[in-house]
């Protein structure tokens, strides 16, 4: 197994965004191991050119910069072990479990309480294997206290861990829980033994699996239950056509009727 790297945190007021500020860093030979975190982002971003809304203050905005020796097709599990080592901090610190939605939400009940996005700059200094890979996460901690604070789209879906707990959470405890679980997390993405470890803890924390789902791709869309997670941390659905394995994109948990 490969060591985890230790991690070296540079703090922000504000920034555009934690990932673009890793990317760029990573364009300069920035080393594994890099995290950016802000109070406040202007431009903070979700998958496929949305927005991530927190007001300033209120979330833990972090990144972190990998550089795993994986298969293009392993890359998902970056995601998970963020995702993953989230879960664990949120319950240390504060008590509530989070489950995860495939690809990269954490829930409470069915409410967002984060988000996660990993972006690979495949064409990044190094040679294949030692690419750059930032994953940011996006957990909203004080905001939204209540339903009254969000806005129009959002009401009903999310969530935070202040009004899941009733009071104050600290953040700086909450990066710190989380980095110290990905540490070896990371760690374990170098051996077949621990990425298959990472996928059965992402199988057990997934609310996905079971789920009817109706995927969407930027080719279409179809409907399904899901079924399981790969190895390599993809999701598998039934179909009337038979199994299909998800690779990326957007799911959408289908309530039975009634
Ligand atoms: C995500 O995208 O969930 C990934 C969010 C990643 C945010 C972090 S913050 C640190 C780092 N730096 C960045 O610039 N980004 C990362 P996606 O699955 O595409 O979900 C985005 C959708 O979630 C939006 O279109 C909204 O509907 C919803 N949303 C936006 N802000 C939210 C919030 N604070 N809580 C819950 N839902 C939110």
Redesign the pocket.
């Known amino acids: 197994m490969r060591a985890p790297r230790p991690f070296e945190v540079r703090r922000f007021a504000t ?7 890793l990317l760029a860093e990573a364009r300069h030979g920035a080393p594994e191991g890099l995290v ?1 975190v ?1 109070d406040h ?1 202007s ?6 050119g ?5 007001p300033a203050g209120s ?5 972190v910069l990998l550089r795993p020796v994986l298969a293009p097709e392993q890359l998902h599990l970056c995601t998970a072990a963020v995702a993953l080592s989230a879960v664990e901090a949120c319950w240390v610190v504060a008590g509530v479990e989070p489950s995860v939605k495939w ?3 954490l829930l409470v009940a069915d ?7 990993a972006e690979a700059d495949l064409e990044g200094p190094g040679t294949y294997g030692a690419a750059p890979i ?1 994953v ?3 957990i ?1 901690v004080a ?2 206290a209540s339903d009254h604070d969000l806005p129009d ?2 009401v009903g ?4 861990l202040q009004q899941q707990t009733g009071g104050p959470v600290d953040r700086e405890a909450l990066l710190e829980a989380l980095l110290e679980g990905l540490g070896p997390r990371v760690g374990a993405l170098g051996s077949a033994a621990g990425r298959a470890a990472q996928a059965a803890d992402l199988r057990r924390q997934c609310t996905t699996l079971g789920a009817p789902v109706r995927v969407e791709l930027a080719t279409g869309s179809f409907e399904g239950t899901a079924v399981d997670v790969t190895d390599e941390g993809h999701l598998v659905v039934r179909t009337p056509a038979g199994l299909r394995t998800v690779v990326a994109g ?1 799911v959408v948990h289908l309530h039975p009727a009634g």
Do not use: C, F, M
């Not at 431009?43 to 496929?48: N, P």
């Not at 879906?157 to 935070?160: A, C, E, I, L």
């Open positions: 920034l555009g965004s934690t990932n673009s500020y950016a802000a982002q431009a903070g971003r979700g998958r496929l949305r927005r991530w809304e927190a979330s833990l905005l972090a990144s690809p990269n939400d409410a967002k309480l984060a988000g996660v996005l930032v940011g996460i996006g909203n905001w939204p789209h959002l879906s999310t969530t935070s957007d």
